[in-house]
């Protein structure tokens, strides 16, 4: 099972959409998310979503992002408008999922993507 990501490099006030794609011999998808590392801080939880479509997001970006998925695809994505230079930080997605040999869900991760906001 694997999680590809895909980002950017933007400029402040900028809109930019973050996509994660799950694949591999999955048997089902629970929560699927978004964390985020900024240099020298710890990773936080940015924004997650269940499979029934019900959205948590961190206060310093509720308003301005926005999460998805696609269920039939496997996918999440994160819609981000308004982006500050304090947004600059590696995006990692996950997916708490089952894969299809194994009897038990857990976390996968994507691989990180940068996001960088110039100001």
């Known amino acids: 099972v694997q999680l590809r990501v895909w980002g950017g490099l933007v400029q402040a006030g900028e809109s930019l959409r973050l996509s994660c794609a799950a694949s591999g011999s999955i048997f089902s998808i629970r929560g699927m998310g978004w964390y985020r590392q900024a240099p020298g801080n710890e990773r936080e939880l940015v924004a997650r979503i269940s499979s029934d479509g019900t959205t948590d997001s961190a206060d310093s970006v509720k308003g301005r992002f926005t999460i998805s998925r696609d269920n039939a695809k496997n996918t999440v994505a994160l819609h981000m408008n308004s982006l500050k230079p304090e947004d600059t930080a590696v995006y990692y997605c996950?997916?708490?999922?089952?894969?299809?040999?194994?009897?038990?869900?857990?976390?996968?991760w994507g691989q990180g993507t940068l996001v960088t906001v110039s100001s």
């Open positions: 996950y997916a708490d999922l089952k894969p299809a040999f194994s009897i038990r869900y857990r976390d996968y």
